[in-house]
């Protein structure tokens, strides 16, 4: 039911870009997202939408995923491109009424469209060959730098894991709740939003509670494993950058390189 | 020098509750394998608490491998001699992979990752659970899920384990698995277990018992002597196991058959060698 999103799932493998130190894996997602939207010709955009197909490629999941995942955004996608194609300038192409479509304006919703598409995909390698543990690891100790300000960055990286330990077993228990208080005769499918809105107190209610007694129990098994923040704290699984890492950062650099010669010569797509 | 030592132990949570624990004293042997009884209320979940420093008692001392559980300094060397597993399997595990709950404990005392490691794998092994390792916990049994929080205690290298009702929630299945591991740890390991339950069956596989009643200790030995007290136990409103109860109702309605049989298999000899008699 609520489980089968597939945007932000981890499908677990052995592929290369499993293997990928996930500091690395993040960092080179923020990178090629900035390179799409800086692409200014086709080129450099054909050449990042490759190299991003071929992230893919080598992730092992199977397109069809991918495929899925943009479902969800494809509106948004639609939304953004139709509404950057009344906002060209040049010469218009034709007119109807007040609408204008200019040639600008057409490039321009079709680059935002893609833009928006490589962006979910390239997203897609990160969290499907990341699993959310390695994940928050990452972000932990990419952050760590922060702790010298007094960030709280391990009690982050901390919650982050729990919450997302907590996801499954509290979606079953609200299937749990809303199956017992279905089974009491309650109508949770029927009626308008705001009933059915209403409907949903007596699921939520009981799921706070139960949680309020999760989180003392845990607290309690925590402290009894001698948790007492993250001071003086040991990792069991050390992150170190291995062969694949050092590949895919050269290969990076490069492309950086000549990514911006060639953005710079070649004229860009979209002449104002 | 007893490795847990209660003395005169006086608890409560707070004004309005009144006293849970009045006045308990005993002593928990290295190696020995006790059972904790007694019905709800009785303050046996308070004793788990009490025996790993997260309860500390209203007056009264707790003293671990000699080491005052009230002092604060010393708390973490409370806790990593002696562990606590509770009793709901979802509630304790900390991480999304199985061997990242069990390396929590570990992670915590700052041992290096070689050494943590080592001890994952094996206390994943003494558990039985090695082939999960990387399997997420809420995809787990019941069984399986207590079996990996056991992990998470002997991956710290405790010396005892206290379990608080860790099969109430779990199907028969998953009570024998915990109860086989139990055992296991105890006699292969020499791992001390204090085992708070309220099943008379899982009792009787315990060296000791001890049974308390309204926060105080009603009686204490090996399971034959406790459970030989079936009018004792009977007055406090508290079973025996089944075994023991079939045959002393079978004599107070007229028989006479000797021993008080603990198990079906014992139970079944003392019958046949009766009626055998004629």
Redesign the interface.
Known sequence: MISDVTMGQFF?GKSVMHRMDPRIKLCLTVYFIVLIFCAKNFVTMAATILVCLAGIALSKVPAKLYIKSLKPILFIVAFTAILNLFYGTGDPLFQLGFVTITKNGILNSIMIAVRIIVLILISSVLTFTT???QLTDAIERLLKPLALLHVPVHEFAMMM??A??FV??LL?ETEKIMAAQKARGADMESGGLVQRIRALIPVLIPLFVSAF??AF??A?????????GGE???????LKLGRVDWTAIALCVVYLAAFIVLNILIPPAIVR | MAFIECRDLHFSYGEETGEVLHGVNLDIERGEFVALLGHNGCGKSTMA?LF?G?LVPTSGTVRVDGIDTAVEDTQ?DV??RV??V?Q?P????????V??DV???????????GE??RR?DAALKAVNMYEYR?H???KLSGGQKQRI?IA??IA?ETQCIVLDEPTAMLDPRGRQEVMDTITYLNREKGITIVLITHYMDEAVKAGRVVVMDDGQILTDGDPRTVFAQVELLKRHHLDVPQATELIYRLNAAGCTIKGMPLDEQECVAAIASYCGKG
């Not at chain 1, 309690?220 to 007492?228: F, G, W």
């Open positions: 677990p699993s959310p543990t894991t729990i997302l330990r499954p077993t079953e007694r999760r129990d845990l309690t098994a925590m402290e009894s494993r001698c948790y007492h003086g704290r040991t990792k069991m699984k050390v | 608490k790993n997260m973490l806790r990593r562990g606590l509770q709901n979802d509630n304790q595990l900390v991480a999304g992979i061997e990242e390396a929590f404990g570990p992670e915590n005392l700052g041992v290096e990752p943590i490691r994952v990387e997420a916990p809420h929080a998470g205690v710290m």
